[in-house]
């Protein structure tokens, strides 16, 4: 699947020294040092294409940018793989409702994403790839598992033993029946009669009528959610066998950890034999209005309704930045004019002739991101310098600062 526009990343004075790089790995609950590394595998789950781009989405995926910006800056390589779930039940769903080909929906909303990403200075991943094109990766990856006895079937559908994995529940630490009920709210099927254990996932569906199929080994069917991205993660990130861990960071938004990541990782493990990631990390939910944003609220926030309305991307993302990645947090348009102004603000100061001493402010941004993520005190810098050029503060280079915004911060100035 072709990926959205490449984004240029401007080059900075090689004085400024960054930091080990440390994030907060929820399967440990601790902020934690990344492992030393040349090369960095990241898998960031992408969007069931009906409803592209709220700002929960576009939360998420800026914090993974950023994450890769600082190791790219940091002069590391990120090899990035992002997955879209161009088939599953969400997707056929809406399509039946609004009356028109599910092919055609997907379509149009993965246009709408890549344009949507390239808006937010999004750098592509690297391989962007969709669960049809992958059927035969997903058939391979079952096929392995069920050889090794770890799937079975339940009428003519194939189910994976999370149990199997003797790690399984280590990434997301739930109690048995708080993993059950959160299960059946996003999507499982714990009460389906002939299930071994009421966790265990649904890896292939069998041709239900009237349904889009595929054919594979174990009969006509589409494939499981978690095991899509298991299987384009282990086939894309160019694994290292080598290494304790399949990849080094597995991303998404924080209603991924369970059970999509749980069990994704249970699966990659037995099918690799190695640990799947070195690190989990999750991107907050974002709210309105003191609710939870959601299409079942039908209280969602698209970032290209308020692009249309003419708001700058870039103030937007500095709005989404202005708190914490992780934090679940509210939106409202108080954020969103604070981007509107903070952008301004920085327009005019990069614009001046003398500017405040700029590379102080460089250090610390890099300082409070390689402090996971610390954007809140990023900006809080930026303010400051920007008070201190109002005031005649002299002796910075405007360049090399806005270079240093857009490098690390994704904002174009
Ligand atoms: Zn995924």
Redesign the pocket.
């Known amino acids: 699947m072709n990926s959205w526009a490449e984004v240029y990343l401007p080059p900075i004075d090689k004085v400024f020294a960054f930091p080990t790089f440390c994030l907060k790995n929820s399967a440990t609950g601790l902020v934690e040092s990344l492992h030393v590394k040349d090369t960095y595998r990241m898998y960031v ?2 969007i069931t294409p009906y409803d592209a781009t709220h700002l929960g989405h576009a939360a998420t995926y800026v914090t993974f940018d950023l994450i890769n910006r600082y190791l790219r800056a940091s002069g590391k390589n990120v090899l990035f793989v992002e ?1 879209i ?1 161009d088939i599953d039940d969400p997707l056929l769903e809406r399509a039946t409702r609004d009356g028109i080909d599910w092919k055609d929906l997907a379509q149009s909303q993965i246009e709408l994403f890549r344009g949507d990403m390239s808006d937010l200075h999004v750098i592509p991943p690297n391989h962007y790839i969709g669960a049809v094109e992958s059927i035969n990766l997903v058939v391979d990856a079952i096929s392995t598992l069920k050889s090794k006895g770890y799937v079975y079937e339940v009428g003519k559908d194939l189910y994976f033993s999370v149990r199997a994995d003797s790690e399984f529940g280590s990434r997301s630490h739930l109690r048995q029946d708080r993993m059950i009920e959160i299960f059946s709210q996003r999507g499982g099927d714990p009460a389906i009669p002939g299930k071994r254990d009421p966790l265990d996932a649904l890896v292939w569906l069998s041709h239900r009528p009237g349904e889009p199929y595929w054919p594979s080994p174990f009969g006509d069917g589409r494939p499981g ?2 095991i ?2 298991s299987a384009i993660a282990l086939n894309y990130l160019n694994v290292d066998p080598e290494d304790d861990f399949s990849i080094d960071i597995q991303g ?1 938004g924080s209603d ?1 950890l369970f059970p ?2 749980e069990m ?1 990782a249970s699966e990659s493990a037995l099918l690799s034999g190695q640990q799947y990631a070195r690190m989990y990390v999750y991107a907050g939910m974002i709210g309105l209005d003191g609710e939870k944003m959601s299409k079942s609220l039908g209280n969602l926030v698209f970032l290209s309704r308020l692009v249309n309305d003419g708001f700058d991307p870039m103030a937007i993302r500095l709005a989404l930045i202005s708190d914490h990645y992780s934090t679940d947090r509210m939106w409202s348009d108080t954020k969103l004019i604070a981007g509107v102004e903070l952008l301004d603000r920085l327009r005019i100061a990069l614009s001046k002739p003398e500017v405040a001493p700029t590379e102080l402010v460089i250090e610390g941004i890099i300082q409070a991101l390689s402090n996971d993520l610390d954007t809140p005190r990023a900006l809080s810098l930026l303010t400051s310098w920007c008070d201190e050029t109002f005031n005649g503060g002299v002796g910075g280079s405007a360049g090399e600062l806005a270079r240093a915004i857009d490098l690390l911060l994704g904002v174009a100035i």
Do not use: I, R, S
Request: with cysteine; aromatic share 8%; glycine share 24%.
């Open positions: 789950c992408g997955n779930t959610w978690h899509e991205c998404g991924l999509h990541h994704g």
